[in-house]
């Protein structure tokens, strides 16, 4: 059963392509799917459809700069011209909202990969009140990465325009993660060994774009906030995450930053469920073995709702 497709005007004014897959039988509750950086929600349907087979539904958004979303402060690749992060997390509540409307009184679990991780993180600790769970997937949380970010944004943004491709920050990550895979594939080899879900990437021309300097800018806010401790004190600590990261993955150091998120989140007093991927690259969800690994995240869900 594919997603179903509309759009959903957030309070920010941005027309969010919004992505719905309802359970299969009763539904246990909802997943809010947010997705990486330079890709979109649909890719997210056969997750979707593995978790409608457990009683979970699906909805899922395309972030500002992405996908099929648009909005009147923003254009492809960048969030917004002003306080694009504060945009992101705006729209994210929106359909927050708009899932417990739908589904009154069923928990909620916020997930995200990628940069959807740090969506996921800012938004458990701006709205726990919304959600049942956080789950963090293949994000790179930490004040190094966020101060690494702000200093080589800091230097284009002297001699480019905000909305211009940031291309020193895509050739020292994807352009330099290429190469240390390109025995397997020229071009995204990072992302999974299953290469055949890798080609869908890159002929998707909706995926693998290089994200402007504006957009960078403003994710790093974000990454600055969800590693500040400070933040965490509105979660409760009730709130269960899972965390998972692939030993392969150069985007989060080989899981050593999710290895670190785990044990920040475990020594503030949470409980994390965490699972380090022998072998497993950027993208679990599209990884050899997938399977597996979602079939432990929807038990990890059953004992939410």
């Known amino acids: 059963m594919a997603f179903t497709k509309r759009t959903l005007e957030s309070p920010t004014g941005a027309l969010?392509?919004?992505?719905?897959?309802?359970?299969?039988?009763?539904?246990?509750?909802?997943?809010?799917?947010?997705?990486?950086?330079?890709?979109?929600?649909?890719?997210?349907?056969?997750?979707?459809?593995?978790?409608?087979?457990?009683?979970?539904?699906?909805?899922?958004?395309?972030?500002?700069?992405?996908?099929?979303?648009?909005?009147?402060?923003?254009?492809?690749?960048?969030?917004?011209?002003?306080?694009?992060?504060?945009?992101?997390?705006?729209?994210?509540?929106?359909?927050?909202?708009?899932?417990?409307?739908?589904?009154?009184?069923?928990?909620?679990?916020?997930?995200?990969?990628s940069m959807g991780g740090s969506i996921s993180m800012n938004y458990a600790m701006r709205y726990p009140e919304?959600?049942?769970?956080?789950?963090?997937?293949?994000?790179?949380?930490?004040?190094?990465?966020?101060?690494?970010?702000?200093?080589?944004t800091g230097l284009g943004l002297l001699f480019s325009k905000p909305d211009q491709p940031a291309g020193l920050i895509d050739n020292l990550t994807f352009k330099a993660w290429d190469k240390k895979f390109k025995s397997d594939r020229p071009e995204s080899g990072w992302l999974s060994r299953d290469l055949a879900e890798?080609?869908?990437?890159?002929?998707?021309?909706?995926?693998?774009?290089?994200?402007?300097?504006?957009?960078?800018?403003?994710?790093?806010?974000?990454?600055?906030?969800?590693a500040d401790d400070r933040n965490l004190k509105r979660v409760p600590k009730s709130l269960p995450f899972h965390l998972v990261g692939g030993t392969d993955d150069p985007a989060t150091n080989n899981a050593k930053a999710m290895e670190k998120l785990g044990e920040r989140l475990r020594a503030a007093g949470y409980g994390a469920t965490q699972e380090i991927l022998d072998g497993f690259r950027h993208e679990t969800l599209n990884e050899n073995g997938r399977e597996a690994v979602i079939e432990r995240f929807a038990a990890w869900l059953s004992k939410i709702g």
């Open 198 to 226: 890798v080609d869908k990437y890159v002929a998707d021309p909706l995926c693998g774009w290089t994200a402007s300097w504006s957009l960078w800018r403003d994710f790093a806010s974000g990454i600055s906030y969800a």
């Open 130 to 152: 919304t959600i049942a769970g956080c789950a963090i997937w293949n994000a790179n949380i930490d004040k190094s990465a966020a101060s690494l970010i702000k200093s080589v």
């Open 16 to 113: 969010l392509a919004l992505y719905e897959r309802e359970a299969e039988g009763e539904t246990r509750g909802v997943v809010h799917d947010n997705h990486g950086l330079a890709e979109h929600a649909a890719r997210y349907e056969g997750f979707a459809d593995a978790l409608a087979q457990k009683g979970w539904a699906t909805i899922a958004q395309d972030h500002r700069g992405h996908g099929l979303t648009t909005a009147p402060d923003g254009e492809p690749r960048l969030y917004a011209y002003e306080n694009g992060w504060s945009k992101v997390m705006e729209d994210a509540a929106a359909v927050n909202a708009e899932a417990r409307e739908r589904h009154p009184g069923l928990p909620i679990v916020v997930f995200g990969h």
